[in-house]
């Protein structure tokens, strides 16, 4: 089993930035597919940045970077220019060659005031 774990989220005004990471409890030099979804209230989860093929969705392109740091066996997701509308549960997400199914992170609120 994998267990990936969130850090980052909290409250920013509009215009601000947040750090989102998620910390792997293996190594990612083989993760297969790897990337941020976010839930909004009453929404259906989308997949916000993918980390394997660099695409966002593009409400946050050009305001969303993605990254690792293998040697942390960790991800990242900086937000910059946050919107009242980015506010949302942000999930990490992730697959390795080596193992079967996915596995999620626990979530970690991104609340933007306006």
């Known amino acids: 089993q994998v267990q990936l774990v969130e850090s980052g989220g909290g409250l920013v005004q509009a215009g601000g930035s947040l750090r989102l990471s998620c910390a792997a409890s293996?190594?990612?030099?083989?993760?297969?597919?790897m990337g941020w979804y976010r839930q909004a209230p009453g929404k259906q989860r989308e997949l916000a940045a993918d980390?394997?093929?660099?695409g966002r969705i593009d409400s946050v392109k050009g305001r969303f970077t993605i990254s690792r740091d293998n040697a942390k066996n960790t991800f990242y997701l900086q937000m910059n220019s946050l919107k009242p509308e980015d506010t949302a549960v942000y999930y990490c997400?992730?697959?390795?060659?080596?193992?079967?199914?996915?596995?999620w992170g626990q979530g970690t609120q991104v609340t933007v005031s306006s």
């Open positions: 293996r190594s990612i030099s083989s993760i297969k597919t």
């Open positions: 980390l394997t093929s660099g």
């Open positions: 997400n992730a697959r390795w060659w080596n193992l079967s199914g996915d596995f």
